[in-house]
C-alpha cells in the first residue's frame, strides 16, 4: 500500500477528533430541544473523515486506520489512568477535576471502544458496497447513507451499554444523538464533496473494493 502525505494527514484528523471526542463528551450541553455531550460537535467529524477514507483510498485503508485509531485510544486511555495513578504534588489541588474529565470508568471506556468498532466498521461497509452498487455516482447518498446506519448502530450501542439501568431516558438520548449527529453529516455534504474531489484529482485513484476481503479482522485483502 503506498501512503501518501495527504491521507497521512486524513488518517491524523479522523483519529484526532476521535480522541477529542472521549475527552469532551463528559461535559453535557443543551441546545434547545437536544441535550447533548459537547463531543456532538467533534464525532460526526471523524464519520465524516471515515467517509473520505473509504471513498478515496478504500476499505482496506480504512480498516487500518479504524484500528490504527482504536488503539491510539486506547494508549490515551492508559497515559491518562497512569496520570491518574501518580502522587500529586502537595500544592496542586486539581485532582478530583482531572479524575471526573479523565478518569474514564470500565463501564463507560467498554460502551464507548464497541460503539466505535462497530459504528465505523459497519459505516465503511456500507460506504464501500453502495459505491459498487451505484457504480461512483450520487457520493451524496452513500456519505449519509452510510453515516445513518453507522451513527445509528455507534449510538445504540453506547447508550445502551453506558446507561442502560441508570433511570435515563436511552430511548430519547439515542434519538437526539443519532439526528443530530447525522444532521451534521449534510450540512458537511458540500465540504465532504470538496475534499473527496481534491484528493481524488490530486491522488489520481479512486478506488473500488470489487475484490477486497470485508471481515474486520482481515488485513491481507
Known sequence: MNISYRMVIVAAVFITCLITAN???????SLGFFILPAA?????????????????????????????????????????????????????????????????????????LCGYLVGEFANSFV????????????LWSRTIGSTIIGEGLDTIIFITAAYAGTGSPIGTMIWHHWLFKT??????????????????????IDTYDYETKYNPFVFSG
Do not use: H
Request: hydrophobic fraction near 55%.
Open 127 to 138: 460506504l464501500a458496497r453502495m459505491k459498487i452498487k451505484t457504480k461512483g455516482r450520487w
Open 183 to 204: 444532521g451534521i453529516e449534510v450540512i458537511a455534504t458540500p465540504v465532504t464533496y470538496a475534499i473527496v474531489n481534491w484528493l481524488k484529482r490530486a491522488e489520481g
Open 40 to 112: 456532538a460537535f467533534v464525532f460526526p467529524v471523524s464519520y465524516i473523515f471515515g467517509d473520505i477514507l473509504t471513498e478515496v483510498y478504500g476499505y482496506r485503508t480504512a480498516r487500518r486506520v479504524i484500528w490504527l485509531g482504536f488503539g491510539c485510544n486506547l494508549i490515551f486511555v492508559f497515559f491518562a489512568w497512569i496520570g491518574q495513578l501518580l502522587p500529586a504534588a502537595d500544592f496542586w489541588t486539581a485532582q478530583e477535576s482531572y479524575k471526573t474529565i479523565l478518569g474514564y470508568t470500565p463501564r463507560l471506556l467498554a460502551a464507548s
Open 23 to 29: 475527552i469532551i463528551a463528559v461535559k453535557v450541553i
